[in-house]
């Protein structure tokens, strides 16, 4: 070692003190990046859950028919027709936040949703003012699909490049507050239907998760506005055709990481679809149907982290095909046992199975997605290959899943729909395994 060097280690600012500071600061943005990306994601995850879990309530109030199921095919209908928004959310914000930067397009889809959300809530019902509230509450779903279209592929890049490691932890933390989006769902499904009448659910009841959200908007907009765009973003070269890169240049990849997606949004709305069935196709009592909600709601908040640290040891791919796996054996079985024995112990089993299979599926998805694609093109590439995914197989899975009940009888439906997504997720994993090496 040269006198020179040696007198370099040996001063304050030298390698040996700056090496340690760069770590920390490096660690101290990846945190302030969790809080930034995840308050915006489960806020909208929120909002999308708790739709679907007044979904009854809701087709009454703006889809009345005669017809107690036609109502509830609308209600489910227009919460399936905004993941149709959802690509070109993503297409159009991915776009932007690649170009102008992930901070920029984090902005636009909490603004977004905000609008949507205050829609909703300041709607009148079909009573009032006949078809248009329908049309309304149509408008607001289109918007929020927009909104989260753009969301968890922008969020998703920019937690990941801030994480100085543990990519699959951090990243994690998006399906953690997405299980916290559900379980304050689920909270205000229970407490709702249990300390209202009826007549008040009806009136205004309602209505309180979604003035909720509204008036947690502006938090995330204010903590997103103080951060800093991430290093990563910043070094790297812009795309001068992100969208024509995505298709033409990364479209193996882009179709092998909707494949993969696909379990994780039918987990999820697998998981919504369940009060619902526990409710109309059970006959459960309402209170002891949302707690199903909960304990989705709280695997996935508390066990996305841990999972995520086991992803970062044993590799992403592995974890989720584990999970798929398991989910072809149980899928059936989980739903013949509910179907045989209704009650809440009975519900409450099968909600823990399936909830630890779909979060172990679920978190580490953000790592191996956002390794799928270069940084020119990630928010693009992410926010695409997501949405078609949850829009092709999970967006109409409550409609689909009304629909074939009401035409087949068959209340084991769920259980088969679940098993088939789980084997084509299975076979997409092992192509980005082999194909496109992911671990």
Not at 147 to 173: D, V
Request: aromatic share 12%.
């Amino acid at each position: 070692m040269s006198q020179e060097t040696a007198s370099l280690d040996a001063q304050p600012g030298g390698p040996d003190s700056v090496l340690p500071a760069a770590k920390s600061s490096a660690q101290n943005n990846a945190r302030k990046a969790v809080v930034a990306a995840s308050i915006g994601n489960g806020l909208e995850w929120f909002d999308l859950i708790v739709y679907g879990t007044f979904a009854v309530t809701i087709s009454k109030l703006f889809f009345p028919t005669t017809n107690e199921t036609a109502s509830l095919l609308l209600a489910f209908a227009s919460f399936g027709v905004s993941f149709i928004m959802r690509p070109l959310g993503g297409i159009i914000i991915g776009r932007y936040a690649d170009r102008a930067g992930r901070k920029a397009g984090m902005m636009v889809s909490i603004l977004v949703m905000f609008v949507g959300t205050l829609l909703i809530v300041v709607a009148p019902t079909a009573g009032a003012i006949g078809i248009t509230a329908s049309i309304l509450v149509l408008l607001a779903r289109l918007l929020q699909g927009f909104a989260t279209g753009g969301e968890f592929g922008t969020a998703t890049a920019y937690l990941i490049e801030y994480a100085p490691n543990r990519k699959a932890f951090y990243g994690s933390w998006q399906v953690a507050t997405q299980g916290g989006g559900i379980l304050l769902a689920g909270i205000f499904g229970f407490v709702l239907n249990s300390y209202l009448s009826s007549q008040a659910l009806e009136s205004w009841g309602w209505r309180l998760p979604f003035i909720f959200a509204l008036a947690i908007g502006p938090v995330g907009w204010y903590i997103r506005s103080k951060m800093q765009e991430t290093p990563e973003f910043v070094a790297s070269e812009r795309s001068k055709g992100p969208l024509k890169e995505t298709f033409i240049a990364n479209g193996g990849r882009l179709w092998a990481i909707v494949g993969v997606v696909s379990l994780g949004s039918v987990g999820v709305y697998i998981a919504l679809f369940m009060p619902t069935y526990a409710i109309v196709n059970l006959g459960m009592p309402k209170t002891a149907a949302f707690i199903s909600t909960l304990i989705f709601g709280l695997v996935m908040s508390l066990g996305s982290p841990f999972i995520g640290m086991l992803a970062d040891r044993v590799g992403p791919a592995r974890v989720m095909t584990w999970a798929s796996a398991g989910t072809i054996v149980v899928g059936i079985p989980a739903f013949l046992l509910l179907i045989a024995a209704p009650a809440l112990p009975t519900m409450i089993l099968v909600e823990l199975i399936l909830s630890v299979l779909a979060t172990a599926y679920f978190a580490p998805l953000p790592a191996i997605m956002s390794s799928m694609f270069p940084a020119r093109i990630r928010s693009t590439g992410l926010s695409l290959g997501y949405n078609i995914g949850v829009t092709l197989f999970g967006g109409f899975a409550p409609f689909i899943l009304t629909w074939l009940i009401g035409s087949t009888g068959s209340l084991v439906v769920p259980g088969y729909y679940l098993v088939a997504i789980a084997v084509l997720a299975t076979v997409s994993l092992a192509i980005s395994r082999k194909v496109y090496h992911q671990a």
